[in-house]
């Protein structure tokens, strides 16, 4: 019998972050509080968001807003890889970075504690940015599955392929 696998990967909805952003700029341009700051939230290339505020207090509020609405589409924070405000000029700017994928190092400690903590007989290979896990029963695969969950890794973790 064939072993059974799946992957874990990190990916983001591209279209759920662009939902959330369209969301946060439509209720920066509404709210009372950012009348006449300046504040804005825009795409700034493909991977990165920019933040655009007259204080730094408000910058932090529109990313704010921007988390919560992240949240309420079913994305983890930690995709967001979020700067400092710095100064440019007369107005704040904060860059918020998007991570995708699993990096080798994250890649190298995910696959030590299948390793150390899963059941026995599971191997796990890193594939470029993502984690092949294979096992010949489903059960195990169920248990590495529910350990990486309970752990708190700093990137978000998908499971796709379950074969």
């Not at 299948?114 to 092949?132: F, H, N, S, T």
């Amino acid at each position: 019998m064939a072993d059974s696998s799946f992957d874990v990967v990190s990916k983001i909805d591209r279209q759920e972050v662009d939902n959330a952003l369209n969301q946060t700029v439509k209720e920066v341009g509404h709210r009372f509080d950012f009348k006449g700051t300046g504040a804005s939230i825009s795409w700034s290339g493909q991977q990165d968001i920019e933040i655009k505020a007259n204080s730094e207090e408000r910058a932090n509020a529109v990313l704010d807003v921007f988390k919560e609405k992240l949240v309420k589409r079913g994305l983890s924070l930690k995709v967001l890889d979020a700067g400092e405000p710095k100064l440019s000029g007369k107005e704040y700017r904060l860059m918020v970075a998007l991570k995708e994928g699993i990096d080798q190092e994250n890649a190298k400690k995910i696959s030590k504690l299948i390793r150390d903590e899963g059941p026995k007989g599971v191997k796990a290979q890193i594939q470029g940015d993502e984690l092949r896990v294979s096992s010949k029963k489903k059960d195990d695969l169920q248990e590495v599955i529910s350990l990486l969950k309970g752990k708190d890794l700093d990137i978000a973790l998908q499971f796709t392929n379950y074969r």
